[in-house]
């Protein structure tokens, strides 16, 4: 462009110019066609774009939260179905409970995959995922008090001393009736 | 969700299923004699009688010390049927009525009883009543009849009785009105119809009584004074002739009493024996003519030639036994003799009026195990050729009865075995090259025969004969016998010693007998009676070339200050390494609970002046004693006077000889028990071996209760004198029973709770921290059995968690018992149908399993009882969490399930103890009860839960495993084939 002015300046009579301006601003000194207000289209034209990134990025958004809403479902769930096996050991129940673990270490494991899809710069994705986590860590809390309540975990004096040896004692006796 | 609604109760159906479910011991009949075996025995021969009639089978009646009488098959040995009298009704002498019943009479001559032959079935009994107790004596004479009826003649309780042979009516019977009138012979002259009896008064005073036969009329009653006394034994030389010794034992009496006059011929020994010294004994034999004395070993026979004149016929200086004389013919009596030599036994058989010509002489080689013969029972048995052969029954030291017969041994019993006093188990040497004893290895056609076989059972292909055949093959499995050590612990040697002193180690896989060691008799010691065994040497780690050996306590004599003897016995080879006779006594022995390098156990033997003597005596184990000197307690009962006393160890002995090994010791503490109220009737310990898995008892709540373990409790048990009677003979308030538990270091009484009411006898067992005690409750006339569990209230505070994870707890670290401990008790009682003989508890090698308490019941079985049920935290209603836990609900009584009979379909008759001990295999524990039979299996009291049981089935395994692998193999070229399509799509 810079060269082109330089020729006209310099006598050329004319010149095509085959770049398309369309979308950049015009900055020639050549008036728009009749009817063309240049300034209404741009200003039209950017406003279409930027709601329609806004609405996607809202829909991002509003997906990420639900995403990170939905353990919260399972936690329900799984708080039903540990209810429904009881306290007592048994396969059932032990089954419940390390799903009930297992999912949440899954899902934790796989916090950005689960969020992958609705990465964007507009979007601010740490509120759910912080919420995703918390949900999740509340699962595996859950299934941790599950555990307990089944007697699995080793929070009482008895999981500690129950394989512990009988006292030696210092003095030793025996004897008995005469042979 | 549906699905899993029906699943939870389903689920918590199964598990309640499996919860109540207590572990029943029941076997299939095919299992029977695979893992447990049976043998039945009768003790040492008493008297045996023949019955050898042409008609039915040949056979020898028997009774024994053991109060058996048995019928055994004169072939072979085997018992034809057997009884077993209890043990307040002895057998005093036994005989065969017509041919065709045997008669016994027992229980101090106060029960008469005939028993058909064949069967042993019992076809009358009587009572013979009397004035006082007396000495016994049973007469079967051949001919003599009253009304066509053959009679016995009874002499008991000081009466005369004459019995009717058909069906034990009482016919007729006498008193002796003299005061202090000691029958010593009852005499009835063959086809006479008189009945003498002869018998002592005062001790100086010969007595006869003529007696006629028929009325029990007193015919006619002399007696005649001997100044100088008499030794109360009689030896019948003739109908009416008996030879007496006098009071000194140096003069020979002649006494007949024909036509009822009494005439004394007197004779001292060292008229007709020269070099003799000491005093005499008469054997007591009926051969006619002639008599036996014994001068201290030499066993002198004297014949009697007419009035009274006496004349030696033979001088024997081996031990010597004689048997009575045997009618061979019209007017021939035969006897034999069984002299011991060396390896050898010399038997022979003569004519009673014929000294020099024997009918019978013969050597055999005997087992020098077996000892001197004791006993010989003569029979005869017409040859082809019509002359007489003789066979020989005799019973020999160690107990054994054996049949000879032309110069051979037909059959030989170790009947030993019916009279074990102590048993103690011995590992088998481990498998290496030529160790193993048994062979193994057969052909590799049977090896393959045999597989095939068992491949055709497990697909069940077999016939009803292949299945016979696998039975037996199973049964008789050589991996069972062999001598080797297996991996699971089965195999091992059971060590017992028996009252003849004998050692017998027997095989846990069939019970034979792997070798058998009598007592060694030194000069020291010519009587040693067996005590008690010992585990002397148990190597592992680094002594294992050692073999394990036993120590042997015998005493030298009867009376409890004599002498003790150690005998250490190699358990592999049998060989008594060693042999010690101690200068003196042993009334305690404690195994103490250290070992020197070579693994031999350190042993504190007590005196009768309760001087402390250590063995082994080295210095070695002198330094490993200094160093635990001051930690050595020991405790004496007192049983007499219901005292119990603990001691502890001074300082060296202050005899005049100086001996490092020996200890003075000093009274520390005593328990004496009020003697007009308390009587101490049982005393248990702990087992010195038993293991224990954890001191802590968790609850159904997560709570932890600590048990009080300790190797130092004594339980003992007193009842009121009154009570210590019979059952029955007190009234409730008059008799209690009082249980303590004691602390044998420091004294201290930790429990002590009476049952008023109650009455012994009582049995105990003590295991951890519990006792379970078995008495009789009077006032609701059934047997009861209570548990006391004891527990450590001083560790209950530790509960931190963090410093249990972090181990800053002083749980295991060594307590003194003289610290106080605080202690609670827990207890139960419980009703029990049956009465009990014995008491075990099973244990395992690392005491996880859960136990069982083994019960000897009157019914001479073994029944396994759940600890459950004798648990003091039963209640009528646990809580759900209980019930998880396995506590079952509360019961008046405790269940007898039939299933839990350890013994199935056999009797261990007059069982005495029960012997459990563990295997290498957690779950396992091997058990031996004994009396006159024996029984040994295995058992797991919580099912075999480390090993795959017997039944599984490795076909299905096998199979499962091919199917699967094959449809991996099809599933992998079908996904193959699958995605080869889909890339051409």
């Known amino acids: 462009m810079e060269k082109g002015k330089g020729v006209m300046g310099s006598g050329r009579r004319w010149a095509v110019d085959f770049s398309d301006n369309s979308t950049a601003p015009s900055s020639r000194d050549i008036p728009d066609p009749l009817g063309f207000n240049r300034a209404s289209v741009d200003q039209d034209d950017s406003t279409v774009s930027r709601q329609k990134k806004d609405a996607e990025s809202n829909w991002k958004a509003q997906k990420a939260w639900e995403v990170a809403q939905a353990p919260f479902k399972n936690l329900l769930m799984m708080g039903f179905m540990m209810w429904m096996a009881g306290n007592t050991v048994h396969l059932f129940s032990i089954g419940i409970t390390f799903s009930a673990l297992w999912q949440p270490i899954s899902a934790l494991q796989g916090v950005g995959k689960v969020f992958e899809p609705y990465k964007d710069s507009k979007v601010e994705l740490l509120g759910p995922k912080l919420l995703f986590i918390a949900l999740n860590l509340g699962g595996l809390a859950l299934g941790v008090w599950k555990l307990n309540t089944l007697g699995l975990l080793p929070t009482h004096a008895s999981d500690w001393v129950s394989s512990l040896p009988p006292a030696q004692e210092v003095e030793y006796s025996g004897g008995g009736i005469p042979l | 969700m549906a699905i899993r609604s029906f699943f939870v109760p389903f689920l918590l159906l199964v598990l309640w299923f499996y919860s109540s479910l207590s572990p029943v011991l029941s076997l299939y009949e095919d299992q029977v ?70 008669i016994t009479l027992s229980s101090g001559g106060s029960i008469l009883r005939s028993w058909n032959l064949p069967d042993g079935q019992m076809v009358w009994e009587s009572f013979l009543q009397g004035p006082k107790h007396s000495k016994s004596l049973l007469l079967l004479p051949t001919n003599l009849k009253i009304e066509k009826d053959n009679v016995i003649v009874v002499f008991s309780n000081d009466r005369l009785h004459a019995v009717s042979c058909i069906d034990g009516e009482v016919l007729w019977k006498k008193d002796f009105e003299t005061e202090s009138f000691e029958t010593q012979q009852v005499i009835q002259p063959p086809g006479s119809d008189l009945i003498y009896v002869v018998g002592f008064a005062a001790s100086s005073q010969f007595e006869m009584y003529q007696i006629n036969a028929r009325n029990g009329e007193l015919l006619k009653h002399e007696s005649a004074i001997f100044s100088s006394g008499f030794l109360r034994e009689l030896s019948l030389v003739s109908s009416e002739t008996v030879v007496a010794l006098d009071s000194t034992g140096s003069i020979l009496l002649t006494i007949s009493f024909q036509n009822g006059e009494i005439s004394f011929q007197q004779t001292p020994i060292s008229n007709i024996v020269e070099d003799s010294s000491g005093p005499a004994v008469i054997i007591p034999s009926s051969v006619p003519g002639i008599f036996a004395i014994k001068i201290n070993s030499v066993t002198i026979f004297i014949r009697v030639i007419g009035k009274g ?12 036994a004689v048997s009575n004389a045997l009618p061979i013919s019209e007017s021939q009596q035969a006897f034999a003799l069984v002299q011991h030599a060396g390896s050898e036994i010399h038997l022979v058989a003569k004519l009673a009026h014929d000294w020099d010509a024997n009918l019978l002489k013969e050597s055999i080689k005997m087992d020098q195990q077996r000892g001197i013969p004791h006993k010989v029972f003569i029979n005869n048995y017409i040859r082809t050729d019509r002359s007489h052969g003789f066979r020989l029954l005799i019973v020999m030291e160690d107990h054994s009865l054996l049949l000879l017969q032309q110069g051979a041994i037909v059959w030989s019993r170790e009947d030993g075995l019916a009279s074990i006093i102590d048993v103690t188990a011995s590992e088998l040497p481990v498998e290496r090259d030529g160790v193993s004893v048994a062979k193994v290895e057969h052909n590799l056609f049977e090896w393959l025969k045999g597989h095939m076989l068992k491949l055709k059972g497990t697909l069940m292909l077999a016939s009803p004969e292949d299945v016979a055949a696998i039975q037996s093959m199973r049964l008789k499995s050589s991996e069972k016998s062999k001598m080797a050590r297996d991996h699971n612990g089965f195999r091992k040697l059971l060590i017992v010693l028996t009252r003849a002193g004998k050692l017998f180690a027997l095989h846990t896989g069939d019970g034979h007998i792997v070798w058998s060691h009598l007592l060694h008799k030194s000069e020291a010691c010519q009587s040693p009676v067996g005590l008690n065994l010992y585990q002397w040497q148990v190597p592992h780690h680094h002594a294992l070339d050692e073999n394990p050996s036993v120590l042997v306590i015998s005493r030298c004599g009867p009376s409890s200050d004599a002498p ?102 000093r009274d520390l503490w005593s328990v004496v028990f009020p003697s007009e109220s308390e009587k101490i009737t049982a005393t248990v310990t702990r087992k010195l071996n038993e293991m224990v898995h954890t001191q802590a008892k968790v609850m159904a709540d997560q709570d932890v209760m600590y048990k009080y373990i300790s190797r130092n409790l004594l339980f003992v048990a007193t009842v009121a004198p009154k009570g210590s009677g019979e059952i029955g003979s007190v009234t409730p308030e008059e008799s209690w029973l009082v249980a303590y538990l004691i602390d044998i270091v420091t004294g201290r009484i930790l429990y002590r709770v009476t049952h008023h009411g109650a009455q012994g006898p009582v049995h105990a067992v003590f295991s951890e921290n519990w ?114 836990e396995g506590i079952i609900p509360l019961t008046d009584s405790l269940p007898i399930i039939p299933q839990s009979y350890v013994t199935h379909a056999l009797r261990v008759e007059g069982l005495r103890g029960i012997i459990t001990v563990p295997a290498k295999l957690e779950s396992t524990t091997l058990v031996f009860a004994h009396g006159v039979d024996l029984f040994f299996t295995q058992l797991a009291p919580s099912r075999t839960y480390d090993s795959l049981t017997e039944d599984f089935s490795y076909a299905l395994l096998l199979i499962t495993i091919v199917a699967l692998v094959a449809a991996i193999f099809v599933t992998w070229r079908l996904s193959e084939r699958k995605e080869l399509q889909d890339k051409w799509r």
């Not at chain 2, 004149?309 to 010597?320: G, H, I």
């Open chain 2, 309 to 320: 004149k006496l004349e030696v016929v033979e001088k024997l200086n081996q031990e010597t």
């Open chain 2, 771 to 884: 006792v379970v005690y078995h008495f009789f409750n009077l006032r609701a006339h059934r047997y009861e059995m209570s548990v006391i569990e004891i527990y450590d209230q001083s560790r209950a505070d530790n509960k931190d968690v963090w410093k249990l994870v972090l181990g800053k707890h002083n749980l295991t670290s060594r307590i003194s018992l003289f610290s106080r401990p605080e202690v609670i008790t827990k207890s139960q009682s419980y009703f029990f149908t049956h009465s009990v003989k014995a008491i075990a508890v099973t244990s395992t090698a690392k005491g996880i399993t859960s136990k069982q308490l083994l019960i000897g019941t009157i019914g001479d079985q073994v029944l396994a009882l759940d600890k459950r049920f004798l648990d003091p935290r039963r209640s009528v209603n646990p809580t759900q969490a209980e019930k998880e």
């Open chain 2, 33 to 102: 004699g695979l893992m447990d075996w049976h043998q039945q025995y009768i003790g040492k021969v008493k008297q045996a009688v023949f019955s050898t009639q042409k008609t039915g089978r040949r056979r020898v009646i028997v009774s024994t010390e053991e109060n058996v009488i048995a019928s055994l098959d004169l072939r072979h040995g085997e018992i034809f049927w057997r009884h077993l009298l209890g043990s307040n009704d002895v057998i005093d002498g036994i005989d065969i009525g017509l041919g065709k019943y045997v």
């Open chain 2, 564 to 665: 003790g003897v150690l005998s250490f016995v190699d358990t592999y080879t049998g060989k008594e390494l060693n042999s010690l006779s101690l200068d003196h006594a042993v009334v305690q022995v404690i195994p103490l609970p250290h070992t020197d390098s070579t693994e031999q156990r350190l042993h504190l033997l007590i005196d009768s002046d309760k001087h402390a003597h250590l063995y082994p005596k080295t210095s070695e184990a002198l330094g490993i004693f200094k160093r635990e000197f001051s930690n050595i307690y020991w405790y004496s009962v007192e049983d007499h006077n219901s005292i119990i006393k603990g001691h502890a160890l001074k300082c060296k002995c202050t005899g005049e000889v100086a001996d490092e090994f020996c200890f003075d010791a």
